[in-house]
């Protein structure tokens, strides 16, 4: 800030020492101190974010650090990959995630049966991925989709022949300033979670013909009295409803159903 502030003074300065001495204007005694002095008012630096906008904004490059730094802790916590993990293609097409990300453009527009599209993209501090969300998920979100926001952004992990890796995005959120300092305490992954004493038999089969009359998209866990755990086929995912936790707490008991959102 006090660079900024004194640049019309420096330039003053300068630009009167050089008609000084280009004039030869020196004493008897060869002595050089004559032209124009000058002190920088000393200021206080102005905000890190600001900073950081006008660095990326002059030279077209962040210099002084990254917006996305402040919100590192915060994507540990909720397990979000980063953009450099989701181009190598180490995630499997079609996985969910979440995704803490900083918006850099977004582009809309019209599709058929008048739908909406965006084309966005995004970046941490170590690249940038393409995202794309339709209808519902943009209109939601139309108050957040700016440029320099952060935002988390859940949905799926979409691979294309033509195009690099991407994300099909099901919700964007912004990040509560307050949990940059005490982000969540990881926790266990969203989705139906159902204990048994065996994954296999009479039981187990009545649980997948409930399941099938709530087909959705959240993931169903299987534990074993044993510890041991099964991920359910997606054939078998659902949606979160009272009745179905009702009915599946019926035949396991209460304590052995939870549904995590």
């Known amino acids: 800030k006090t660079m900024l502030r004194g640049a019309d003074s420096v330039l003053a300065a300068v630009n009167e020492n050089q008609k000084y001495y280009s004039g030869g204007q020196l004493d008897l005694f060869g002595d050089e101190s004559g032209g124009a002095d000058f002190e920088l008012e000393k200021l206080e630096e102005m905000p890190y974010d600001m900073l950081l906008s006008l660095e990326k904004e002059a030279t077209g490059l962040y210099l002084s650090g990254h917006p996305m730094e402040e919100y590192a802790a915060y994507a540990k916590a909720i397990n979000s990959p980063t953009t450099r993990t989701i181009l190598s293609g180490s995630i499997p097409d079609g996985t969910r995630i979440k995704l803490v990300a900083m918006v850099t453009s977004v582009r809309t527009r019209a599709i058929r049966n008048d739908g909406i599209m ?144």
């Not at 940038?128 to 108050?143: D, M, P, Q, R, Y």
């Not at 038999?201 to 866990?221: C, F, T």
């Open 118 to 261: 965006a084309n966005i993209v995004v970046e941490d501090t170590l690249g940038s991925v393409g995202i794309t969300a339709f209808n519902k998920t943009v209109l939601e979100a139309k108050h957040l989709l700016s440029e320099g926001t952060v935002l988390e952004i859940s949905g799926r992990v979409q691979e294309r022949e033509d195009r690099p890796f991407e994300i099909m995005a099901e919700r964007f959120q912004a990040i509560p300033k307050h949990l940059l300092k005490s982000p969540p305490k990881k926790s266990v992954k969203a989705g139906l979670y159902l204990r048994v004493s065996s994954a296999q038999g009479e039981i187990m089969d009545k649980i997948k013909d409930i399941l099938k009359d709530y087909k959705g998209d959240a993931p169903v866990y299987v534990v074993e009295s044993s510890g041991k755990r099964f991920a359910a086929p997606e054939s078998l995912w659902i949606h979160g409803s009272d009745t179905l936790i009702s009915r599946l707490e019926e035949i396991l008991g209460k304590e052995n159903v939870k549904f995590v959102e």
